[in-house]
């Protein structure tokens, strides 16, 4: 079985600060980490590594750098890094992302055929959750999103069944390999790397391809030419000026003072209350 894990170095979203005067993005000084969302879909992968055997294969486009969030991944436990790094890839919104993302895949296919491709639900500096169905329309893959758990992976019968979080509960799937599959947040606890694993990603070499090495075909579907999204402006929130009110349980009953909020909500909202009613008739 071979696995492929696509992650991104994303700046501490928690140390991100907005430039008050050119509203954008100030990244000098914020450190950079893995995806929060990918460990997920990380640990996922290295579960059904331990479990069937095979290999993990971690991919991540961007700058150098980079590199570390991959020996990290590797340090977990994966069997192979590839830094997909070029000045090409600069600017690249998720279309062109996912097209060059989707032909490393299957530049790696070539290697050795690709089973599942793990992301995961999406990245904390984009949160646009596409670039994995992206991935997966390019390739003709399976996709299955927001997965919260795998309940059985048939390797014989090349059949895969899933639990999925909908907004009306969860959904149990099932599909055919080769799949995609965006692990949703909590699903699973990432492991503590191991020494022998430490001692093994500060050894390894991380593969680096450039747009030739990942079978880029058309250079005018990457980068910035590759990208009609455009970014007019980047703000922080405005700070709510409103306060909270606060009712003192102590002064009087709780029946009391849920009536007391109940209409001031119905006094701020004057067609709440009637909506309600009709709801509960129904």
């Keep these: 079985m071979h696995i492929v894990v696509c992650i991104k170095q994303v700046p501490d979203s ?40 095979g290999r993990v294969t971690m991919l991540c486009m961007g700058p150098p750098q980079a590199e570390d969030a991959l020996r990290k991944c590797l340090s977990f436990g994966a069997s192979d890094a590839i830094l997909v790094t070029d000045r090409a ?9 996912s097209y060059a993302l989707a032909a490393a895949i299957r530049r790696i296919g070539q290697e ?14 984009g949160d646009t959750a596409q670039v994995g169905p992206g991935i997966a329309k390019r390739l003709g893959m399976n ?4 997965v919260s758990r795998i309940v059985e992976l048939d390797l014989d019968g090349r059949r895969l069944r899933v639990e999925r979080r909908a907004e009306g509960g969860v959904q149990l799937l099932q599909t055919t390999l080769p799949s995609l599959i965006t692990m949703l947040e909590g699903t699973n606890e990432m492991r503590f790397a191991s020494m022998d694993d430490m001692l093994r990603s500060g050894r390894m070499p991380v593969r680096r391809w450039n747009k030739d090495d990942a079978g880029i075909d058309d250079v005018a579907r990457i980068g910035l030419k590759g990208s009609p999204t455009v970014v007019s402006k980047v703000f922080g929130p405005t700070p709510r000026t409103q306060k909270a009110d606060v009712e003192v349980v102590a002064d009087s009953s709780v029946h009391d003072i849920c009536l007391n909020v109940m209409q001031k909500i ?13 709801r509960l008739s129904v």
Excluded: C, S, W
Aim: net charge negative; proline share 5%.
């Design 14 to 53: 928690a140390q991100i600060r907005v430039h008050p005067v050119t509203n954008t993005i100030m990244r000098q000084g914020v450190p950079a980490i893995v995806n929060p969302y990918d460990l997920f879909a990380l640990e996922e992968a290295l579960r059904l590594k331990d479990r069937h055997g």
């Design 89 to 97: 890839f600069a600017g690249a919104d998720t279309l062109a992302t």
């Design 112 to 125: 050795q055929a690709v089973d599942l491709v793990f992301t995961g639900k999406q990245t904390i500096d």
């Design 143 to 146: 996709l299955l999103t927001y």
């Design 266 to 278: 119905f006094t701020t909202h004057p067609t709440l209350e009637a909506e309600t009613v009709e």
